[in-house]
């Protein structure tokens, strides 16, 4: 199983800037996608979450700036990400927590990373 980020790169403050990452393999179920970040000498911490279902979460910092969706046909979740700040500026990081053909238990995989910087 992989996950692939991409969409990462470098915007003006207030800009948008739109993540997607593309789960593939011996996926037999995906349950909750999501995006982490991480900034320079900072934890990982979480940024929004999707459940299979579609009920989404969202740390406070993006709240009413940040969107999740996913399509399930594709395997894949995006990030639309609005009037960025300089404090946006991290390696952002999928998430899914799936079940393959192979094993019963579901577990979470990660994606490579995109840089997201914010800067003028």
């Known amino acids: 199983v992989q996950l692939q980020a991409s969409g990462g790169g470098l915007v003006q403050p207030g800009g948008p800037l739109r993540l997607s990452c593309a789960a593939s393999?011996?996926?037999?179920?995906?349950?909750?996608m999501g995006w982490y970040r991480q900034a320079p000498g900072m934890q990982r911490e979480l940024v929004a979450a999707?459940?299979?279902?579609?009920?989404?979460m969202y740390a406070d910092s993006v709240e009413d700036r940040f969107i999740i969706s996913r399509d399930n046909a594709k395997n894949t979740v995006y990030l639309q990400m609005n009037s960025l700040k300089p404090e946006d500026t991290a390696v952002y990081f999928c998430?899914?927590?799936?079940?393959?053909?192979?094993?019963?238990?579901?577990?979470?995989?990660w994606g490579q990373g995109t840089l997201v910087t914010v800067s003028s």
């Open positions: 998430n899914a927590n799936l079940r393959t053909f192979r094993f019963s238990i579901a577990a979470d995989y």
């Open positions: 393999g011996s996926i037999f179920s995906i349950n909750a």
């Open positions: 999707i459940a299979s279902g579609g009920s989404t």
